[in-house]
């Protein structure tokens, strides 16, 4: 089946300490999206990259980081420089001209 | 740049009854417009989206939305609400088609 596959679901860390999160992709697809999720906030662009080894910073970028070395992966480092981590985070892919297609989401708490 | 307001973060219907769920965008060119649906800890869904063309556009589920260009409007309609239809619903806006800008999310809540 094709589809996103975002591990873990359920993330927890201690405070001060980086934690990436997973996002894989078998649709064969160009572009890959990051977005966190608050309650009553909707869903905030992170990171996105519309190509191998190129990647753009959305509108929330300060404490994350990405890496796009493959075209199905697109990980996400929270670091400890991320003044409040604890959300909901999506992971997206799009084809050209396609909708964006979203997986499961990671739900990150910092203990 | 756009943006997306969606009016009421909680809409609650009886089974049975119309659901509307608004939304209103501001782009300064013509745009893309998307509904979502979420259900608890799970990612978003498609619902429908308008690109060009026909202005009424159907979705899954029953689900169908109008694009107004007059009213900058967007708003989703089903003409009879299920139990299954109870999730949070998002509307979006893109420009180009690929970055998305979203509005807060609207709950919808049916009751028997």
């Known amino acids: 089946d094709g589809g996103i ?18 996002c894989e992709q078998n649709l064969n697809h160009d572009a890959m999206y990051w977005y966190r999720q608050d309650p009553g906030q909707g869903l905030r662009l992170i990171y996105y990259s519309q190509i191998v080894n190129d990647f753009q910073k959305g509108d929330i970028a300060e404490g994350y980081s990405v890496s796009r070395e493959k075209k199905e992966s697109f990980p996400l480092t929270v670091t400890s420089a991320q003044k409040n981590p604890t959300a909901f985070y999506l992971c997206a892919s799009r084809a050209t001209n396609q909708p964006q297609h979203f997986g499961d989401g990671t739900r990150l708490s910092i203990l | 740049a756009q943006s997306v307001t969606q009016l009421g973060s909680h809409v609650s219907v009886s089974e049975g009854a119309l659901v509307l769920l608004r939304c209103n965008y501001s782009s300064s060119v013509p745009p893309y417009l998307f509904w979502y649906v979420q259900y608890p800890n799970q990612g978003l869904q498609l619902l429908l989206k ?33 139990m299954s239809d109870a999730a949070e619903y998002f509307c979006a806006v893109s420009v180009n088609n690929y970055k998305l800008t979203f509005g807060k999310g609207t709950l919808l809540t049916v009751n028997p």
């Open chain 2, 50 to 82: 308008y690109t060009t063309g026909a202005t009424l556009v159907k979705g899954i589920n029953g689900f169908e939305a109008e694009f107004k260009k007059s009213e900058t409007s967007f708003h989703l309609t089903k003409p009879s609400a299920h």
């Open chain 1, 5 to 22: 596959t975002q591990s873990p679901k359920y993330l927890f860390r201690k405070e001060g300490q980086n934690v990436t999160l997973s």
